[in-house]
């Protein structure tokens, strides 16, 4: 029987709590709430952090290699030949493969996933903030503005989302082969600058803006305060300045939404929603003023969790699943539904039975060498060292938000050492402390 054909769609910088139909009654998601109604919702789907500011480079790297997080070659630059990527390994099964989009883990490695890819953004900082496509100027009045990069062409007027959509749509309209499609399309969008349609951008008022439970307007000092992504806004933190920064964010995802819808109707023109597998991910979250940081460089549930949805063939419709996945287990689900072995490089775990069951009871998390976290069903532990010695313990349950620190409550002290047990665990497990960033941290312990 003929595979199903596969849409992987990524964003970026797109936190959890970010679709209408998932709880989020301020932003408008019509098309993510299509995917909702007609799959399958991982609502504890997270990522396990990063060895570097760009947390998006290792964990696009994950993704596609099913690999942990110091199992990568240095931060995800690069995606060695013995490590083989999904788009691989579904190619050496029968799929024609395309892709479009950012690509922050090296041209060889993307030369091995895909058949064939247009508009596809090479590189690290430059190319991200300086692509014309990304820095949307309806009036091209960008011409005086210098450009730091090569890029091999400009799309002057044209958002990234819009023409990222619009390369996917154009091959599925024309692919005419007979094997099953793989088409992945990674947005560049909602991530900063936040620049967007005026009609998007005009869609939230800032004044309407709700400020997050958890906003502060002074943040505490772990050893990001003068990180890029924490510069996006003065200190203190500005309540009206944080309201419009959430304003612009939730219309760049309305916008990417609308593009979205661009590639789910072109794929029902084809007459093929009954046999093509969605997913949309997000490659990880963003804190956009609550703790009072803007960035991802943490460990609190903003920036670690992730939206996840698979919708599709074979997939359960309008249903959530609360129990704990990373998106490096996305590959081995893939394989495991498709009926193809799961390749001996990849170490994610297949949650493909988790339409049935439970596999992770806990999960790990990294920052460079400044935090490790753990979390089990309820509680999470965050550790800070090398730049300051802190430990914050949260019930989830009863603090979501993350307001709360328990680590002085006496009574939760045997908590408090169950999870710093974990936490070793987890750091043996994974090579943690052999890893230089690793061997920092543990210093001083």
Known sequence: MKHPNIVFILTDDQRYNTIHALGNKDIITPNMDWLVRNGTSFTQAHIPGGTSGAVCMPSRAMIHSGRTLF?????????????????????????????????HNGPPAFTRSFDMGTEIFFGGMWDHWNVPTNYYDPNWEGNNKPIRVHCDKFNPGKHSSELLAEATVNFINEYQGTQPYFVYTAFLAPHDPRTMP????????????????????????????????ELLAPYPRDENDTKKQIAQYYGMITHLDHEIGKIIDAVRRRGELDNTIFI????????????????????????????????????????????????????????????IEIPGSVEGISFAEMFKDDTRKSLYFVYNDLIRSVKNGRYKLIEYRNYTEKTELFDLMEDPNEIRNLSEDESLAHIKEEMRKLLIQYKESWGDEKHPLGKRYWQYW
């Open 71 to 103: 199992s990568l070659e240095r931060e995800g630059q690069n995606i060695p030949d013995g490590h083989k990527t999904l788009g691989e390994v579904l190619r050496e099964n029968g799929y024609y493969a395309y892709g479009t989009g950012k690509w």
């Open 280 to 339: 949309l991910a997000g490659d990880n979250g963003l804190a956009v003023g609550c703790h009072g940081l803007m960035g991802k460089q943490n460990h609190y549930e903003h920036s670690i969790r992730v939206p996840l949805i698979m919708a599709g063939s074979g997939i359960p419709k309008n249903r959530r699943i609360d129990n704990y996945v990373y998106l490096l287990d996305i590959y081995p689900t893939i394989c495991e539904m498709l009926g």
């Open 198 to 229: 005026k009609q998007y951008e005009e869609m939230y008022c800032a004044d309407k803006i709700s400020l997050p439970d958890n906003f502060v307007s002074e943040p505490d000092d772990f050893g990001v305060r003068n990180i890029r992504d």
